[in-house]
């Protein structure tokens, strides 16, 4: 008998969202993420062809190759991401804009660049595959690299890491969570909530690098993450209400946020009180994780989407770059005007 192969409202099967076989190492949390990546695109019902997926350099920035083979893809310079990112939202502001990076390619030439992209709010979904080493140069230390951890080639580690959502969080994102790539449901949960949002969202996703850095003790390894991960909730994405399945909830265990496309997320609470809407308490969380030598994924912080960069700017709904030349080109007479009123 064959098989009926599943279709989301577009009429595409999964299939039609995948990318090129992976060149990383078997077992790297980065293809996790590309499978969730592609599984969220289209659950969702996003043509692929409406996605723009971007990245800079590193194991992290290959990984676009990896999933929506059909979308639009750019791979540029270290630490560069977020500058690509800003100049496609403004060719196209109907795009969605994905952005792959890393801990390196992030939290260290590209820091500058990434708190730019949060102070302007390009709307983007924000990724960092954090395995807290350059895993493309042979397993160097990162900015995001536990203190006192001893790889192999590199000695001892004696600086203290960045903590990549309280960054995101004091430079202004109104969305930002972290996720651990062992826990696939979460985290296509959180990416699909992500993209349901205008402004930028941060995503930090913890990824083991099974090559350089997944010792039992090393903060970004698999072992550690199964026993150190603490989920802030059960987190669940409708497309809309009548779709919610919440009647096994208990008053008072769960809430919803409305995301700015219409859809819900809905959070359930697992062992604690947490209101992912309270800035003060989201840092006091990241401090405390980082302090206590934990990691705490989930929704840490969510609020109302301030202006776009875009909307700043009032662009139009024609993508700019499709507008032909001879309406961007100003006439002879149009230019002589501006010159005449110069003088």
């Known amino acids: 008998m064959e098989k009926t192969v599943e279709l989301n409202q577009l009429g595409l099967a999964l299939a039609d969202y995948k990318g090129k076989p992976s060149t990383l190492c078997p077992g790297c949390g980065h293809n996790a993420i590309s499978n969730q990546i592609q599984a969220a695109v289209w659950e969702l019902g996003i043509a692929p062809e409406k996605i723009m997926k971007i990245s800079g350099i590193g194991c992290s920035s290959k990984s676009p190759n990896y999933f929506l083979n059909r979308s639009f893809g750019f791979n540029g310079l270290h630490g560069r991401m977020p500058t690509l990112a800003t100049g496609a939202s403004f060719g196209d502001t109907s ?52 203190q006192g951890l001893v790889l192999k080639h590199q000695g001892v580690n004696l600086l203290p890491p960045l903590d990549m959502c309280m960054e995101a969080l004091i430079s202004g994102a109104s969305f930002v969570a972290r996720a651990f790539s062992g826990d696939v ?18 995503i930090d996703v913890i990824s083991p690098c099974v090559t350089f850095n997944n010792q039992d003790k090393a903060l970004q390894s698999y072992s550690w993450g199964r026993e150190n991960e603490a989920p802030l909730q059960g987190i669940m994405h409708f497309k809309n209400r009548e779709d919610m399945q919440i009647e096994n909830f208990e008053e008072g265990t769960y809430r919803e946020i409305e995301l700015e496309d219409g859809s819900f997320l ?66 002879r007479e149009s230019l002589e005007a501006i010159n005449a009123s110069l003088y």
């Open 95 to 146: 795009i969605k804009i994905i952005g792959i990076s890393g801990d390196g390619d992030t939290a260290s030439i590209g820091m500058g660049h990434f708190k730019h992209v949060i102070r302007r709010n390009v709307p983007m979904v924000y990724i960092i595959e954090n395995n807290g080493c350059y895993g493309l140069t042979k397993g160097q230390f990162s900015a995001t690299s536990d």
């Open 185 to 202: 449901k979460q985290m296509k949960e959180l990416i699909k909530a992500a993209l349901s949002q205008n402004g930028i969202a941060v």
């Open 266 to 331: 809905v959070l359930k609470k697992i062992d604690k009180e947490y209101d992912p809407t309270d800035r003060s308490a989201a840092l006091d969380l990241l401090t405390e994780s980082y302090k206590s030598h934990y990691f705490a994924t989930g929704l840490i912080y969510f609020s109302e989407v301030p202006p776009t960069i875009n909307e700043c700017y009032d662009l139009p709904d024609e993508p700019l770059n499709r507008i032909k030349a001879d309406r961007l080109r100003p006439t």
